[in-house]
């Protein structure tokens, strides 16, 4: 099982470029996730899609836009990159049924910003 | 707002050690709390889910406890093995979309 594919795994940018990071997941589920871990900070939620064709913002989503191209995708863009988004990015899946919900996690992409 | 803490950051310890990795939370209304596992340059994977009504879960040689009264959560590893060697993540669930992360204690077992 593939679970949840995230690409590119690694990305340098320059400063005011602008880049799409991709997400899918084959679980079927129903809510999909971006977030960021940068050290000493924990992960920080972006953005995140309960469902198809609904997002919303999370805890730090200045600087994103996020699309739910359909159930299985979900894309995360920098318009124009800033050093301050050097961290890496995380994308992941779930099934919200209430308490016993799980999150599947994305292996990650690790964007520097010159 | 949810405060997660996990001391401490960092726990090194010899192989076959039972070890307990601590995380404590400021709020206690919670849906549940999970615990991760993360190994360099990889993705997080859930270990243990506990519901907010349950005390405990155990998987294997993790058991994994909840007392939302004190805010507290703790992470037993028994017979440790160089394998485990990772950085754990507890995470509390407060709402269908808010889940908050603690920074993770980062584990090394010594063979």
């Known amino acids: 099982n593939a679970g949840v594919t995230q690409t590119p795994k690694f990305q340098v940018l320059k400063t005011g470029q602008s880049m799409t990071l991709q997400c899918a997941q084959d679980?079927?589920?129903?809510?999909m996730y971006w977030y960021r871990q940068d050290p000493g900070m924990g992960l920080r939620l972006i953005y995140y899609?309960?469902?198809?064709?609904?997002?919303d913002k999370g805890e730090v989503p200045n600087g994103y836009n996020v699309s739910r191209l359909n159930k299985r995708e979900f894309s995360l863009r920098l318009e124009s990159a800033a050093p301050s988004q050097t961290s890496v990015y995380f994308c992941?899946?779930?099934?919200?049924?209430?308490?016993?919900?799980?999150?599947?996690f994305g292996s990650g992409t690790q964007l520097s910003v010159l | 707002k949810q405060e997660v803490t996990q001391i401490p950051a960092a726990l090194s310890v010899p192989e076959g050690e039972n070890l307990v990795l601590n995380c404590s939370f400021t709020d206690s209304a919670i849906y549940n709390l999970q615990w991760f596992r993360q190994d360099p340059g990889k993705g997080l994977t859930s270990l243990l889910l506990?519901?907010?009504?349950?005390r405990e879960q155990t998987s294997g040689r993790l058991n994994a406890s909840l007392d939302k009264s004190s805010g507290r959560s703790t992470l037993y590893i028994a017979a440790s093995q160089p394998g485990d060697s990772a950085t754990y993540l507890c995470?509390?669930?407060?709402?269908?979309?808010?889940?908050?992360f603690g920074q993770g204690t980062r584990l090394t077992i010594n063979p």
């Open positions: 995470a509390v669930r407060q709402g269908a979309q808010k889940l908050v």
């Open positions: 679980m079927n589920h129903n809510s």
């Open positions: 992941a899946s779930s099934d919200w049924t209430g308490a016993n919900e799980k999150l599947f």
């Open positions: 899609s309960a469902s198809e064709g609904t997002t």
């Open positions: 506990i519901q907010s009504s349950q």
